[in-house]
């Protein structure tokens, strides 16, 4: 009985180092280096007499994620959120004013960042999303999945949340892919808040499924991204773009 068992053991025994095996190529290697945080910057410069007393003179910088996307080719094109890129301006309050972006790379190196495109939320078809031209930025990106993800599938991204940026080291967020809200969104189970947004959300192949852009105020782990379908519609625009 004893070699009898001495036998399975030492059959079982390439399965259980193959399994193993396995698991371990399932393992991701992160696309660190195309990561970027986004820095944003708001200069308001005139405001309308009515409201010169509440009207908030001066430069007012926000900060988001973003990272280098292939789909231009020979240039350097960084996706993120809209609102990360775009801010609404109140017009009856503030009269004149300019804005400026500009991304840090891996290293922490600042390059200035040009808006190609950037939309906001809708619900039916519309993201919020943006895409940046970052020439000074020779830096390879990921591919977009041809493949919407499925309900339970793991997903992660490369982030910034509450401003946590230490060159070359990134946070990087695990979660679920929970599925569809609308025409425009979808939901996964993985955490983020300020400074999230804008942060491209990888399978574990590290290929684009969507972008990050909100979560909610109370719940963290509950964060909605722009889903597959409305994506794939913004990155064509984009090209589309430079096709003309």
Excluded at 110 to 129: F, L, R, S
């Amino acid at each position: 009985m004893l070699k009898k068992s001495k036998l399975l053991f030492f059959l079982f025994l390439p399965a259980i180092f193959s399994c193993t095996t396995l698991d371990l190529r399932k393992r991701v290697d992160p696309p660190v280096k195309s990561y970027t945080q986004i820095l944003h910057t708001v200069e308001i410069l005139d405001c309308n007499p009515k409201f010169e007393s509440v009207c908030p003179k001066g430069e007012h910088m926000s900060m988001g994620s973003g990272m280098v996307v292939n789909l231009v080719k020979n240039e350097t094109i960084v996706i993120t959120a809209g609102h990360v890129c775009d801010s609404e301006v109140d017009e009856r309050v503030i009269t004149n004013f300019r804005q400026s972006v500009s991304v840090l790379d891996y290293t922490g190196r600042e390059h200035q960042a040009h808006v190609i495109k950037a939309t906001q939320d809708d619900g039916i078809g519309g993201v919020d999303m943006c895409a940046l031209w970052v020439p000074t930025l020779p830096q390879d990106g990921v591919e977009f999945s041809m493949f919407n993800p499925k309900v339970g599938q793991e997903i992660y991204y490369m982030g910034s949340p509450a401003g946590i940026f230490h060159p070359p080291v990134a946070p990087i967020l695990l979660g679920i892919y929970s599925g569809e809200i609308d025409a425009s969104n979808a939901m996964i189970t993985a955490p983020a808040v300020g400074g999230s947004s804008g942060s491209v959300v990888l399978d574990m192949n590290n290929k684009m499924v969507g972008v990050l852009w909100a979560a909610h105020t109370e719940f963290h782990h509950a964060t909605i991204i722009t889903n597959w379908r409305a994506s794939a519609i913004f990155l064509n625009q984009v090209l589309q773009l430079y096709k003309k």
